[in-house]
C-alpha cells in the first residue's frame, strides 16, 4: 500500500495518475497547501522541502517502509517498482528520463510562474507577465515539435508524458490556446481520455478553489511563513 501525500495540482496529479495507471493500490492524505499543512512538523519528516506531493511505500525495499518526496523521483521509483511505463533497454530509458527531467526544469518552474503573475500576483507586473507567457509559449513549441516525431514525447506512452500532461490542463492559465501546437492538442486529447487518467484527476476534485484567492491562504502560499526556518 502507498500513502499518497497529496493535493489536486499538477504535480500532486502526476503521482495519482502513476498509481491509477499501474494499478498499485494507495490511500490518499490531504495535504491542504492553502491551510499550511505542508509545514505540519510530521509532513517535514517526509518532504523537508514542504511541498507535496510525497509518498510512503510500507511495502519498500526490502520489505521495510520506504518514503520518498519529488514528483520525478516518486514517478522513477513506481515505475521501477511496477516494470511499467519506463523501459529497460538503456536508450529507450535515457529518451525518458530526459523529457522527465525537461518537465521538471522547465515546464514545471516556468509554466509556475506563469501561473503566478498572470493569476495570483497582487498587482500586474507586464514585465513578468510578458517573460513568462513567452517561454511558456516557446516550452510548448518544443513540446509541439516532439510530438510532430512521435505519438508520445519519449516513443512510448511513458513517466514523461505523465509528468508533461497535468502542467498543460491550465493551459489557459498561461495564456495557450491549444489550437496553436496541433501535435500537443493530438496528444493532449489522447492522454486526457485514458480511463486511469480520468481517474487520477478525479482525486479530491471536491477540493478544488472554484473562486479567488482568499488573503489567508494567499499568506500562506505566498507570504513569509513559506521562509521560515524550520
Known amino acids: 500500500m502507498i500513502d499518497l501525500y497529496f493535493w489536486p495540482t499538477p504535480n500532486g496529479y502526476k503521482v495519482s495518475i502513476m498509481l491509477e495507471e499501474i494499478g498499485m ?8 497547501i492553502s ?9 517535514l519528516e517526509i518532504s523537508p522541502n514542504n511541498k507535496m506531493p510525497a509518498i510512503i511505500d ?7 517502509p520506504y518514503s520518498l518526496f519529488e514528483s520525478g523521483a516518486i514517478l522513477m521509483y513506481l515505475a521501477e517498482k511496477s516494470g ?17 527531467m525537461f518537465q521538471m526544469g522547465g515546464i514545471g518552474p516556468m509554466l509556475g510562474q506563469a501561473h503566478h503573475f498572470r493569476r495570483y500576483a497582487p498587482e500586474p507586473i ?9 517561454e511558456a509559449r516557446r516550452l510548448y ?11 508520445y514525447v519519449a516513443g512510448e506512452y511513458s513517466i514523461a508524458d505523465i509528468a508533461i500532461y497535468p502542467w498543460l490542463i491550465p493551459h489557459k492559465w498561461q495564456g495557450i490556446e491549444l489550437e496553436e501546437f496541433p501535435n500537443v492538442k493530438r496528444w493532449f486529447d ?12 478525479a ?5 478544488l478553489k472554484r473562486g479567488p484567492m482568499d488573503e489567508k491562504a494567499r499568506e500562506v502560499l505566498f507570504g513569509k511563513q513559506q521562509y521560515e526556518k524550520r
Open 25 to 32: 493500490p494507495y490511500k490518499i492524505i490531504p495535504v491542504d
Open 35 to 43: 491551510k499550511g499543512d505542508q509545514f505540519k512538523p510530521e509532513f
Open 58 to 64: 510500507h511495502d519498500g525495499p526490502g520489505g521495510h
Open 84 to 100: 511499467q511505463l519506463m523501459p529497460a533497454e538503456t536508450r529507450a530509458r535515457y529518451r525518458v528520463i530526459q523529457w522527465l
Open 126 to 134: 507586464q514585465y513578468a507577465i510578458d517573460r513568462y507567457t513567452n
Open 141 to 151: 513549441n518544443v513540446v509541439d515539435k516532439q510530438l510532430g516525431r512521435s505519438q
Open 190 to 201: 489522447a492522454i486526457a481520455a485514458r480511463p486511469a487518467v480520468q481517474r487520477g484527476v
Open 203 to 207: 482525486v479530491l476534485a471536491d477540493r
